[in-house]
């Protein structure tokens, strides 16, 4: 029989991606736990839910009993997307960081460890290694740095997760990825937001001086690496994953803005995020020499086929961009 793979939060962006990335190559069956958060849209994955493959269970990973319900049936291998995902959420309201990301992960961990799994692939992000300077790249041995309480949580998660390996010998490896652009990205994140804001002419806010650097990397290109993390990963193991492709914010919403013919004028410079980490940077040289990792997506084709998603999709995110995502957006952005 083919393996089963639990994907939590498969309804989240990367989940989503990774979980048609997976159903597209292989014969896996896909059990995706997702607590279907504001993040969470079953929209996502209509097109496969009637893939006998592929199973939804709604639950939240921080109950024991939800995870103890989908662990009923065998499961060889965990990918653990689940998680509070947003650093300005995080800031305004961080509990709900603290409950999904640490303790669900610890649940995870417990069931797959009572359970015998074969692979627990936690993963993470590059943000756990905090701020980088002018120069220099997050290397796996970098020191453990979070500045937000995202991150923080995410780090927690990690030496938990480290600590099942060193402890009980579980099969755990984690990634460690920079930010990620591409279809189905929940618009409150700098590059789907400014894309919509454009489409609908309103403005696009810039934090502080519009310099922080990010390095951006396709999902299609994460995906694929956490597919080989998946199968070739070695236990006890970090992989870093990234295009090497540092950009700062107004480039990227300049170019947001040239792709869709926008003006300039609609970028507004608003108050910077607190504790707002300045440069990330990825040094993927580990995934690539050991698992022959090589990102696919020119960064220009990749921006250019992300946008033309969004103007195509418009139902998707303005059914999004109603209700509770108004409230936030007037509670983040409102008064700044
Ligand atoms: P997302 O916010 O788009 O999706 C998160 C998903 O998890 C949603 O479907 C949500 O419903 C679900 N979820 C939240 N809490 C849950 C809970 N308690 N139980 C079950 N499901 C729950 O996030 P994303 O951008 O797809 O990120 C996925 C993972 O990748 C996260 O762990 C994130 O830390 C990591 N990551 C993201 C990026 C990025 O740039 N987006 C980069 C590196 C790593
Ligand atoms: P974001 O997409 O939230 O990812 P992260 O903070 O996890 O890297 O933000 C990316 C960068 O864009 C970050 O430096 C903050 C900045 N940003 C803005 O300038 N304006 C915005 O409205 C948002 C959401 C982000």
Same mark, same amino acid.
């Given at each position: 029989?083919?393996?089963?793979?639990?994907?939590?939060?498969?309804? +989240?962006?990367?989940?989503?991606?990774?979980?048609?990335?997976? =159903? #597209? @190559?292989?014969?896996?069956?896909?059990?995706? =736990?997702?607590?279907?958060?504001?993040? +969470?849209? $079953?929209?996502?994955?209509? &097109?496969?839910?009637?893939?006998?493959?592929?199973?939804?269970?709604?639950?939240?990973?921080?109950?024991?009993?939800?995870?103890?319900? !989908?662990? #009923?049936?065998?499961?060889?291998?965990?990918?653990?997307?689940?998680?509070?995902?947003? !650093? &300005? @959420?995080?800031?305004?309201?961080?509990?709900?960081?603290?409950?999904?990301?640490?303790?669900?992960?610890?649940? =995870?961990? #417990? %069931?797959?460890?009572?359970?015998?799994?074969?692979?627990?692939?936690?993963?993470?992000?590059?943000?756990?290694?905090?701020? $980088?300077?002018?120069?220099?790249?997050?290397?796996?041995?970098?020191? =453990?740095?979070?500045?937000?309480?995202?991150?923080?949580?995410?780090?927690?998660?990690?030496?938990?997760?480290?600590?099942?390996?060193?402890?009980?010998?579980?099969?755990?490896?984690?990634?460690?990825?920079s930010n990620n652009y591409g279809?189905?990205q929940?618009?409150?994140k700098l590059i789907p937001l400014m894309i919509?804001n454009a $489409?609908?002419?309103?403005?696009l806010p810039v934090y502080?001086?519009g310099l922080n650097v990010r390095d951006w990397i396709h !999902?299609?290109?994460?995906?694929?690496?956490?597919? %080989?993390?998946?199968?070739?990963?070695?236990?006890?193991?970090?992989?870093?994953?990234?295009?090497?492709n540092e950009r700062t914010n107004i480039d990227i919403v300049e170019l947001v803005l040239d792709i869709l013919?926008?003006?300039r004028?609609l970028i507004?410079?608003?108050? &910077?995020?607190?504790?707002? &980490?300045? @440069?990330y940077?990825?040094?993927?040289?580990?995934?690539?020499?050991? %698992?022959?990792?090589?990102?696919?997506?020119?960064f220009s084709?990749g921006m250019r086929?992300t946008v033309?998603?969004?103007?195509?999709? @418009?139902?998707?995110?303005?059914?999004?961009?109603?209700?509770?995502? $108004?409230?936030?957006?007037?509670?983040?952005?409102?008064?700044?």
């Amino acid at each position: 029989m083919a393996e089963t793979i639990l994907v939590t939060g498969g309804c +989240g962006f990367i989940g989503t991606n990774f979980v048609r990335h997976m =159903l #597209e @190559r292989y014969d896996y069956t896909i059990v995706n =736990l997702d607590k279907l958060t504001y993040a +969470g849209n $079953l929209e996502n994955l209509e &097109d496969v839910a009637g893939d006998g493959r592929y199973t939804f269970v709604r639950g939240d990973i921080a109950s024991m009993a939800d995870v103890e319900g !989908v662990f #009923e049936r065998p499961i060889d291998i965990v990918v653990n997307f689940a998680a509070e995902s947003h !650093v &300005d @959420r995080s800031i305004m309201d961080p509990d709900a960081f603290i409950r999904t990301n640490i303790n669900g992960t610890f649940n =995870l961990l #417990e %069931l797959a460890r009572k359970k015998g799994v074969g692979r627990f692939v936690q993963v993470s992000t590059d943000e756990v290694y905090g701020s $980088l300077g002018e120069s220099g790249a997050f290397r796996e041995d970098t020191p =453990l740095s979070p500045n937000s309480p995202y991150s923080a949580s995410k780090t927690a998660a990690d030496i938990l997760a480290m600590a099942y390996f060193k402890t009980y010998g579980m099969p755990v490896v984690i990634t460690r990825c920079s930010n990620n652009y591409g279809p189905y990205q929940f618009p409150e994140k700098l590059i789907p937001l400014m894309i919509t804001n454009a $489409l609908a002419d309103k403005e696009l806010p810039v934090y502080g001086d519009g310099l922080n650097v990010r390095d951006w990397i396709h !999902v299609k290109d994460h995906c694929a690496a956490i597919d %080989l993390v998946v199968h070739k990963g070695e236990e006890g193991n970090v992989y870093n994953i990234g295009a090497s492709n540092e950009r700062t914010n107004i480039d990227i919403v300049e170019l947001v803005l040239d792709i869709l013919g926008k003006p300039r004028s609609l970028i507004r410079y608003v108050t &910077d995020r607190p504790g707002h &980490d300045r @440069r990330y940077a990825i040094d993927s040289g580990k995934i690539t020499e050991r %698992l022959g990792y090589r990102p696919s997506v020119a960064f220009s084709e990749g921006m250019r086929g992300t946008v033309d998603w969004y103007v195509r999709n @418009r139902g998707w995110w303005e059914r999004i961009k109603t209700g509770a995502y $108004l409230d936030y957006y007037e509670k983040m952005y409102g008064k700044r």
